[in-house]
């Protein structure tokens, strides 16, 4: 005989139905039954899948609870896995391994759990699973309330053992040889039932014998309530006791939708049934007699079951209640392990696991139970999620990160204000520094409003976190509050960027009120260094006196810091200031000026040296790269103010740090800072070659071009049209500054190169969208063109001068004298000169026309280049002027030839007033020939 309780297992999801499954738990154990759950899972998916076959092919059947709630999801799957929970999971898996599933859906007045709200994708995924639930081919039951579905429970359980003690006293039954009862009633009914004798069919055949058994049952049940109704109301009748039952049986029959005889035939085989069965239960007993009126036997047989009945239910009862106090030590057990175990494994660095085994005490912790040590085990796991986004990669940070927040949310269902204020405030501050990590690893308008939300919540701790009540933690939060504000500084411009930076400073200070250096002295240079930080942020959004005093407020507060962090006793923290310290005086030299600047950027690198000295490539590669680049830059400063080989010098050792941060910045590790520090080491190569004559000038645009290509092979056209177009033009100009370092064929090819490139920033670059790139890239193009003219001769030499004219004259209608003065100057005189050019080529009236164009061209551009505003430019204009004006006068006829010559007379003594005799013996020279033809000229 089977004597195995059956298992069933319970799927339901623990955020919104924690109190169900415990409910169902309780009732299954009440009735005897084995309840199974799986409360720890592997974050693979695939492990979770085996896992859970596993467990529920051992069991006997399925209760799955479909509530709101989507629940927890495998953190790991198969990319070309569908998205399903914990329990989805567990619903499919039933279906397909055959198990009889006992499906409830909670309707929409149910009273769940209190739960974080379900939104976004989890609650579409949720909806779709409720609604396949709903259309499927399995039968399911809706319930209104958790007590619906403890009654619903009750009642399908004892369904299940009244059927499992059938079959155990039918297996009975036929194991003593009572076939022969069902012989009788073969012969009783006519046939009705038939029962093979052959052994692989007598399981299929007794179903259907039980299944007859139990319709004469419900049949009898319907007669006996016939029975005592009609026995009321047809009292006055008088009716025998066979009379009335058969009445009764008359109206059963109509009532079911079959014959009288057909009931009466069925009663009578039932009843043979219990009479052939020594080991008929009493309540079979009782039903028998009521169908042969003997309602006194009836009487005693049904009172002996209920008595048998109360003494299983009282003996169920208290083996339940024992086995629930059990298995609430047993969970209190369960849970204080496995909190040990996560303590243990975040102290070991293994975030991971951690996560699962606070996840596994959490399934054996009730909300309702244990509320405030529930919310505890939330929190823990928030924590051990947060450090483990700090030792992530790639997508892993925000999901870890992201699932601390949601921790931390839930965990605040249950620390009110009013009734928890201390566990309360820790989690605000827990869920604030998770929402500002949190937030600068998001793209911007998400990183404002996560840091928005941060802020609110640290400002919602401090309401607890008094300076009075709290000091250290008000402390805390007030340091962490300051760090958002400098977060939100750096993504904000102009005048919020600096009054953020402020609040930080502010903050800043206030935590220093209670950290004082004597007593925590390394929580005091923390906060002291963040503060210095922040005052840098704030001197950078600056101007004037102020600027200049908070970088000295800056400079000073690292400089107290490292009186801390020493190199001995904290090596990378004194690395990492005196890299801050190196950025504040490079700052501070960029507002100085004579030996003072110098002075700054001579310390700026010494101490980008010494935190070198710290960050190796090998043991902290990334801030190695970071303070290579930082030295490089300080270097290119460092040349900006230096003269001849010094200079020079300089650069070269920028190039050289340059090249040592992309030995880590590569483009395929570090995409996002391979650009900046490409674009460094190509910014100081062309100041090399800028400052530079001959074959290294030309080497050295060559090498500018190549990294401009390099760099454009990450800013594509594709993804970024407009970066790339800016990048474009930079490419077009190194070529065009390397064509003109370079002689013969190469020079050609580069000129061509150069123009190809100006035509495809053009098709970027629209007048309607970008006026004044487009302008400067007309103008550009038409520099390049001219040069390009210069290589050739006849019809090629007219056509691109005249494009160059073009190009010119398309820039000045987006550069005017009134929006961009300078700009409109130096179009002018380019212009002036490719007329010149244009003139020198030509014949007859259009060598005149072109010649009075250039010089009214040149007078355009001296209404800008005065000699007070720009001498430099506006000596170099009249030298062209001279020149044009001379041409004119060699075409000129009668008085106009005195005229013309004098005006260049003028425009060369105008020259030589800034551009010294000394030093342009050329210029004196072509002076002296102008005086003498003009005197020759006079004299006539």
């Known amino acids: 005989m089977e004597s195995r309780r059956p298992s069933i297992f319970i799927s339901a999801a623990s955020a919104d139905l924690r109190s169900s499954r415990a409910l169902i738990r309780d009732a299954l154990l009440t009735i005897g039954c084995v309840p199974i759950e799986q409360t720890s899972f592997p974050p693979d998916g695939s492990k979770v899948r085996e896992m859970l076959r596993a467990r529920i092919e051992a069991c006997d059947a399925v209760i799955h609870v479909v509530g709101h709630s989507y629940g927890f999801e495998p953190i790991e799957r198969e990319s070309s896995e569908e998205r399903r929970s914990y329990t989805q999971l567990e619903y499919e898996l039933a279906r397909e391994l055959g198990k009889p599933v006992y499906v409830f859906v909670c309707g929409e007045e149910f009273a769940y759990d209190e739960h974080p709200p379900v939104e976004g994708e989890h609650e579409e995924l949720q909806r779709a699973h409720r609604a396949r639930v709903m259309a499927g081919d399995e039968l399911f039951e809706e319930v209104g309330s958790p007590e619906a579905l403890g009654t619903r429970v009750h009642a399908l359980q004892a369904r299940v053992d009244k059927l499992t003690a059938e079959l155990r006293r039918a297996r009975t039954w036929i194991g003593r040889g009572v076939v022969v009862g069902l012989v009788v009633l073969l012969v009783l009914g006519g046939g009705l039932w038939w029962v093979t004798r052959e052994t692989g069919k007598t399981k299929a055949r007794l179903a259907e014998v039980e299944t007859e058994l139990d319709r004469q049952r419900r049949y009898l049940r319907t007669v006996a309530d016939v029975y005592t109704k009609q026995k009321a109301q047809l009292a006055a009748l008088k009716l025998t006791d066979k009379e009335l039952f058969d009445r009764s049986l008359s109206v059963v029959a109509e009532r079911e939708g079959i014959s009288l005889s057909e009931l009466r035939s069925g009663v009578n085989l039932f009843v043979a049934a219990v009479r052939a069965d020594p080991q008929a239960d ?20 049904a009172a002996q079951a209920a008595d048998l009945a109360r003494e299983e239910r009282i003996a169920a009862e208290e083996l339940a209640q024992r086995a629930a106090d059990e298995a609430y030590r047993a969970r209190n057990r369960e849970r204080d392990a496995r909190t040990l175990q996560g303590r243990s494994l975040v102290a070991a660095g293994q975030y991971g696991d951690a996560v699962t085994a606070y996840g596994q005490a959490l399934e054996v912790t009730s909300p309702e139970d244990m509320s405030e040590g529930w919310a505890y085990l939330t929190v823990l796991q928030g924590n051990a999620l947060s450090l483990w986004a700090g030792v992530s990669v790639g997508d892993a940070i925000s999901r870890h990160r992201g699932a601390a927040i949601l921790a931390y949310r839930r965990a605040l269902y249950v620390y009110k204000r009013e009734t928890l204020p201390e566990g309360w405030a820790a989690t605000r501050s827990s869920l604030a520094t998770a929402l500002v990590a949190q937030a600068k690893a998001s793209e911007p308008l998400v990183g404002l409003r996560l840091l928005e939300q941060g802020i609110s919540a640290y400002r919602e701790a401090l309401s607890v976190y008094t300076r009075a009540a709290f000091p250290q933690q008000w402390a805390a939060t007030q340091h962490a509050l300051g760090v958002a504000f400098s977060e939100q500084a750096r993504v904000s411009e102009g005048s919020e960027r600096s009054r953020l930076f402020k609040k930080a400073v502010v903050a800043y200070g206030r935590a220093l009120e209670v950290q004082k250096r004597a007593v925590f002295p390394q929580s005091w240079a923390a906060t002291m260094h963040n503060l210095a930080n922040a005052l840098q942020g704030q001197a950078q959004a600056a101007e004037g006196p102020a600027r200049s005093r908070l970088f000295e407020e800056a400079l000073a507060a690292y400089r107290r810091v490292l009186e801390v962090y020493t190199r001995e006793a904290l090596p990378r923290d004194w690395a990492k200031t005196m890299g801050n310290l190196a950025g504040a005086l490079q700052n501070q030299a960029r507002v100085s000026e004579g030996p003072v600047r110098s002075r700054l950027l001579e310390e700026a690198v010494s101490s980008y040296r010494e935190a070198l ?35 020079l010098r300089l650069l070269g050792e920028a190039v050289v740090a340059y090249r040592q941060a992309l030995l880590v910045y590569t483009r395929e590790s570090f995409p996002q800072d391979w650009p900046s520090a490409q674009a460094g080491l190509t910014n100081a190569r062309l100041s090399q070659a800028t400052g530079s004559q001959g074959a290294a000038r030309a080497r050295l645009f060559g090498e500018v071009v190549e990294a401009y290509r390099q760099t454009l092979e990450v800013r594509t056209r594709e993804s970024r049209p407009l970066v790339w177009a800016g990048t474009q033009v930079k490419l077009a100009t190194a070529l065009l500054n390397q064509a003109r370092a370079s002689e013969g064929p190469a020079r050609s090819r580069l000129l061509g190169e150069a123009v190809s490139a100006y035509r495809e920033v053009l098709e970027e670059y629209k007048r309607e969208t970008v006026p004044h790139d487009w302008a400067a890239a007309q103008h550009n193009l038409a520099r390049a063109l001219r040069d390009q003219a210069t290589g050739v001769r006849g019809a090629a030499r007219s056509r691109l001068l005249e494009q160059a004219v073009e190009a010119y004259r398309q820039a000045l209608e987006v550069r005017t004298r009134e929006t961009l003065p300078r700009g409109w100057a130096a179009t002018h005189q380019n212009l002036g000169a490719t007329l010149a050019d244009q003139a020198w080529a030509g014949q007859g009236p259009a060598h005149s026309r072109l010649l009075e164009e250039a010089v009214a061209a040149y007078r355009h551009a001296l209404l800008v280049y005065t000699r007070e505003a720009s001498p430099q430019d506006w000596a170099q204009t009249q030298d062209f002027l001279a020149f044009a004006l001379h041409r004119q006068f060699s075409k000129a006829v009668g008085g106009q030839r005195r005229i013309l010559l004098k005006q260049a007379v003028v425009a060369m003594e105008n020259t030589l007033t800034v551009w010294k005799a000394e030093q342009y013996p050329v210029r004196v020279i072509r002076l002296r020939i102008l005086k003498e033809k003009l005197q020759k000229l006079e004299s006539r």
């Open 282 to 301: 009493f309540l079979d007993k009782a039903l028998a007699d009521f169908a042969e009126q003997n309602f006194a036997a009836a009487a005693k047989h």
């Open 613 to 647: 000295s710290v960050y190796t490539r090998k043991s902290l590669p990334q801030g190695w790269a970071v303070n290579q680049s930082n030295l490089a830059l300080a270097l290119v400063d460092q040349a900006k103010v230096a003269q001849g080989p010094a200079r």
